[in-house]
């Protein structure tokens, strides 16, 4: 298939394009690099032998896209969006510009093309604070504690009344609980600007000594020792699951749902010491307090991917963080 990748520079996009490629389709990748660099596209040919045709385009620019649309593009995966929680609540209307209104200019050209084949980043986020675990796809979605999860609410909801309007259409959302670890090459990766805001990003700059020690936002949660569990799951199984999602659902119409995890939750000390053991590296922490806005719990069901999607993570938190760490070495 010629798959329309919007993001496809950034870090679970550019990781989707090297499985693209290694599953035999072809990936057009479009992303205006505001959070990417333009090496990445070498770096994807390194890794996969293949250089991916490439667009220096803004979602949003529809004259630009429908051009590329128009180029026989079968199917489209969307990451593009902007996704720092904290930069949202200080500029929402940025992130409600590029991440609704770049989806709905998506999917008006995609449309006027005549592709109606769309893979959708969603997010556990949707969920909001968890009544019960796991997360099944069904339950419903919650409410939002910053403008970035409202855009992945919102966008679902535009996603599922295109599909109930346009019945033709095939939508799959896929909603990834929280992808960490990098490619084993060391090739690609996650390379935040600034301060890390996520964990896995800042227990390896401790490690590398960039940063004294990791805070851990909270040591009185209801859990087994107190601080915050979450599904971390490898970015390549995360990758590997768009391409599944593709191969077994484009062409089927409908409105599809998916939650890409593991099904397992990690305190935020047992990844400290996983990492510990599986590099060697030490990460000295404080437990600090709570960080507003996050949930004490959150991991998924991921049985509904692993029937329909015969999708399931294969690699495990040691895994995550040793390749999260050989990323660590060579971007330093
Ligand atoms: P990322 O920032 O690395 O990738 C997003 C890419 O989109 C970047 O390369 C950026 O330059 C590009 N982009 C942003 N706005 C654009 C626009 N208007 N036009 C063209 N390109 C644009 O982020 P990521 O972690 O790879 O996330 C990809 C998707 O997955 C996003 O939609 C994100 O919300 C979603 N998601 C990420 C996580 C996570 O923890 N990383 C979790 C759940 C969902
Ligand atoms: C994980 C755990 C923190 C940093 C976020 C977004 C979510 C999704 C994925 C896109 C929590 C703790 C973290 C630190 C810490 N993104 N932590 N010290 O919050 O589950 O999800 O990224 O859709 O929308 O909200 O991920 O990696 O930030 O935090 O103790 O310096 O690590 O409190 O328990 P989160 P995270």
Not at 10 to 36: C, F, K, M, Q
Not at 51 to 57: A, I, L, R, S
Not at 280 to 295: N, T
């Amino acid at each position: 298939m010629r798959v329309l990748v919007t993001g496809g520079a950034g870090y679970i996009g550019s990781h989707t394009v090297v499985s693209l490629i290694e599953a035999g389709h072809e990936p057009v990748v479009v992303d205006n690099l505001s959070n990417a660099l333009r090496s990445v596209l070498a770096r994807i040919a390194e890794v996969a032998g293949v250089t991916p045709e490439f667009h220096q385009v803004d979602v949003r620019d529809r004259e630009a896209m429908a051009g590329i649309a128009s180029s026989g593009i079968d199917a489209c995966i969307h990451f593009a969006a902007l996704k720092a929680v904290d930069e949202s609540i200080r500029k929402p209307l940025e992130y409600y510009d590029n991440n609704v209104r770049g989806t709905i200019d998506l999917l008006a050209v995609l449309s006027a093309a005549g592709v109606r084949n769309l893979v959708f980043s969603s997010s556990a986020t949707v969920y909001g604070d968890p009544t019960e675990l796991p997360l099944r796809e069904e339950m419903p979605t919650g409410r939002a504690t910053n403008p970035y999860g409202w855009t992945k609410i919102m966008m679902e909801q535009v996603l599922t009344d295109l599909q109930a309007a346009e019945p033709e259409w095939s939508i799959t959302m896929l909603r990834y609980f929280n992808p960490v670890g990098a490619h084993p090459s060391g090739l690609l990766g996650e390379d935040p600007r600034g301060i890390p805001n996520n964990l896995m990003p800042y227990v390896t700059r401790v490690a590398a000594g960039i940063l004294p020690r990791l805070r851990v936002f909270g040591g009185d949660y209801p859990t087994r020792d107190g601080t915050g569990v979450r599904d971390f799951v490898h970015v390549q199984d995360v990758a590997e699951g768009h391409v599944a999602a593709l191969e077994r659902l484009s062409g089927e119409p409908g409105l599809h749902v998916y939650n890409l995890g593991t099904g397992r939750g990690h305190t935020v000390l047992e990844v400290v010491k996983t990492f510990e053991e599986a590099t060697g590296k030490p990460v000295p922490y404080e437990i600090v307090g709570r960080r507003p806005g996050d949930v004490a719990e959150s991991w998924a069901d991921v049985s509904k991917a692993e029937r329909e999607l015969g999708w399931r993570a294969t690699r495990d938190l040691a895994t995550m963080c040793v390749d999260a760490w050989r990323w660590q070495e060579n971007v330093r």
